[in-house]
């Protein structure tokens, strides 16, 4: 075994997503990546593909023992074939096995009280602790130093399950006192999506919070760069399974790539950006499948900044409209329409008013780790007690994403001649010079997206 330490120039976090694990053949593609980079100290991992869409089946509660001990098996075979691999370390089988049996347990009392958050967080949490175990040991028998450490450790949250927020003083101080010194000695290897409150509950950090969890560990060391590897080769100008001419973007500004995170480039989760803007650290989307392809390198400023970037697109929208008289001419009413929104965790991606009405969206697939949807009956009863509530529901958003694009005439021209036969349910331009961004019905969406993409982006 490789027993030498190496002081990087410049410190990495590395995230891997579920598909760049899903088993061993893909974890080993991924020690290459490693080991070809010496600067690469922390490294984070997804479950592997597959498990915590299992364990979300799980935490739903699964009352017939047998369903709920095939799902459970299913888990297993995708562990124990990476594990056979392996050739079953007898330490690591027998950790395994442990992170199994919790499975069982906490299944089992799902089966009996579903939906309960605490234990849901326990349960979806196993999934990236069986992944950090086996990728540990993988490197170790590539003749790398590496250990499993338990996020646990420094990833402190508040007490919400299902989408805990992040405590960053104390995030820094912990990865600080307990991770830096020895990044030296050996790779560390952690788990993406969870964390613990200040009791040291298990907590998660809602859907694709992997990479998020990156960011705010890269953050918190003090990383340079922060890599994200996934299943595609970057960023691209629209989804290119929808759109035969999108293509890979070498580079984007923060601001830009927050804009698709948001609006639905589906390969950077919404909350990354943010830790690396407050930290500076560069971040890079490539394809652990085929590395040699490069990616989409994400900074503070960029070389070109072309007016059109992009066209995002992301579905299954949920419009909420609130009407009340008692906005004429008064005050408050914004203020408190979303102070019951807070109340309820709840974000709101695009606004617009009238005199009397306001018109807000919410994405449906914004929900916390277990499924759950944000739009429930209490908060639509709290809301109901002050205004009359409308929820549409089908509608996509689509978001054309640039550069100087409040600040550039003909924009809307351009954008809005595509759109002469559709009907726009709302639309959101002004407040960001990076964005516009309107609702249509989902079930007329392909051919907008495709046709605004040809006129603004393919057309020379």
């Known amino acids: 075994m490789n027993t030498h330490t190496f002081s990087p120039v410049s410190l990495t976090v590395a995230k891997f997503g579920g598909t760049s694990v899903a088993d061993y053949a893909a974890m080993d593609r991924c020690a290459d990546i490693i080991l070809a980079d010496p600067s690469v100290r922390v490294v984070v991992v997804s479950a592997s593909s597959g498990v915590t869409n299992l364990l979300v089946a799980l935490s739903a509660g699964v009352a017939e023992n047998d369903k709920r001990l095939a799902l459970l098996g299913q888990i297993a075979a995708i562990q124990y074939q990476i594990l056979d691999a392996l050739g079953r370390p007898a330490e690591v089988a027998a950790t395994l096995d442990q992170l199994l049996t919790e499975m069982d347990k906490h299944s089992a009392s799902l089966a009996h009280l579903p939906g309960e958050p605490a234990r849901v967080d326990a349960l979806l949490a196993l999934g990236e602790q069986c992944s950090s175990l086996l990728f540990a040991e993988l490197l170790r028998q590539r003749g790398e130093p590496a250990r499993a450490r338990d996020v646990r450790e420094v990833m402190r949250t508040d007490s919400h399950h299902g989408r805990a927020t992040p405590q960053l003083q104390e995030l820094a101080q912990l990865a600080q006192g307990r991770w830096a010194v020895g990044l030296n000695a050996e790779r560390i290897v952690t788990q993406g999506f969870i964390g613990a409150d200040a009791d040291g509950n298990t907590t998660t950090l809602g859907r694709g919070g992997s990479d998020f969890s990156a960011a705010l560990l890269a953050e918190a060391l003090g990383a340079d760069n922060l890599a994200i590897w996934t299943d595609v080769d970057g960023i691209y100008s629209c989804d290119p399974r ?50 040699e392809l490069g990616g989409t390198w994400i900074r503070n400023q ?7 970037r992009a066209v995002s697109l992301r579905r299954n929208q949920t419009l909420l409209t609130v009407h009340s008289l008692n906005m004429l001419h008064a005050q408050g009413f914004l203020a408190e329409l979303f102070a019951i929104l807070a109340r309820h965790r709840i974000s709101v991606d695009l606004i617009t008013t009238s005199e009397v009405s306001v018109a807000l969206t919410l994405d449906s697939t914004g929900s916390d780790s277990g499924g759950r949807e944000l739009l429930t009956p209490a908060l639509l009863e709290e809301l109901g007690q002050m205004c009359r509530v409308e929820v549409e529901t089908g509608l996509a958003l689509v978001a054309v994403i640039g550069n100087r694009i409040a600040t550039t005439a003909g924009v809307g021209k351009r954008v809005f001649e595509v759109l002469e036969n559709h009907n726009v349910r709302m639309i959101c331009q002004g407040a960001s010079a990076h964005n516009l961004c309107f609702l249509v019905d989902g079930s007329e969406v392909d051919p907008v997206v495709q046709e605004l993409h040809g006129r603004l982006l393919e057309q020379v």
């Open 242 to 291: 929808l759109v035969s001419g999108a293509r890979p973007i070498p580079e984007l500004s923060f601001d830009e790539a927050a804009e698709m995170a948001t609006f639905g480039a589906k390969v950077l989760h919404p909350a990354t950006i943010l830790p690396a803007v407050r930290s500076g650290c560069a971040v890079f989307v490539g394809c652990s499948r085929s590395p």
């Open 302 to 308: 960029t070389e070109l900044n072309p007016v059109y």
